[in-house]
């Protein structure tokens, strides 16, 4: 997931760069490409995680379902009102239908904002969730990078005391040979 957000952050980056490179108009103002912002933000939509993706799709989908519902709604109320008008002649009739058809929009409208209901519960939960599952992935790779620098550290401190090992040894092992230069030369 760690390549995930390099990738994610790294698209940012970009962004910004393209933003700082923009011809700038006003003090918060500037004219950027807008190809090379499009070209941006679907890679952005292409690296975010599946999580989002799902969630933005069950957005589109309760978009999709309230739009539905409207229409069924709108087909209904119509329907309910060229049968009324087809059917209907005398006045007591006509009311009785009218009020009917009025009970029926309600019912409509009110499956319909449960449906909105629902649909929005639903997005806000996968959300939600998204946002633990990420914040949990974070805690997870802050706690793995510091295990890494931990180890790298307990390394670099070994390879530090075998160093000055050899150092002390390749000392010893040059005092000895002066030494025994020394005895020798003398004899």
Do not use: W
Not at 24 to 49: C, E, G, H, Q, R
Not at 88 to 117: H, M, P, T, Y
Not at 120 to 131: C, F
């Amino acid at each position: 997931m760690g390549s995930q957000q390099d990738v994610i952050y790294g698209l940012m980056n970009e962004l910004e760069e393209a933003l700082d490179k923009g011809f700038p108009l006003l003090s918060n103002l500037a004219i950027v490409k807008k190809d090379t912002v499009v070209n941006i933000l679907d890679k952005l939509y292409a690296a975010l995680p599946d999580e989002v993706k799902e969630a933005r799709a069950l957005l589109r989908r309760r978009d999709e379902l309230q739009y539905e519902a409207q229409q069924k709604a709108e087909k209904t109320i119509s329907e309910a009102q060229a049968e009324a008008g087809r059917i209907l002649s005398e006045s007591d009739l006509l009311k009785a239908v009218q009020r009917e058809a009025e009970k029926i929009k309600e019912q409509v409208i009110s499956d319909c904002e449960e449906i909105k209901r629902k649909a929005y519960d639903e997005a806000n939960a996968v959300r939600s969730q998204a946002m633990d599952e990420a914040s949990r992935m974070k805690d997870s790779a802050s706690v793995y990078a510091e295990q890494i620098l931990v180890g790298l550290e307990q390394n670099i401190n070994q390879l530090h005391e075998i160093v000055k090992d050899n150092q002390i040894q390749l000392e010893r092992k040059r005092s000895e040979e002066e030494n025994l230069y020394t005895a020798n030369y003398a004899n």
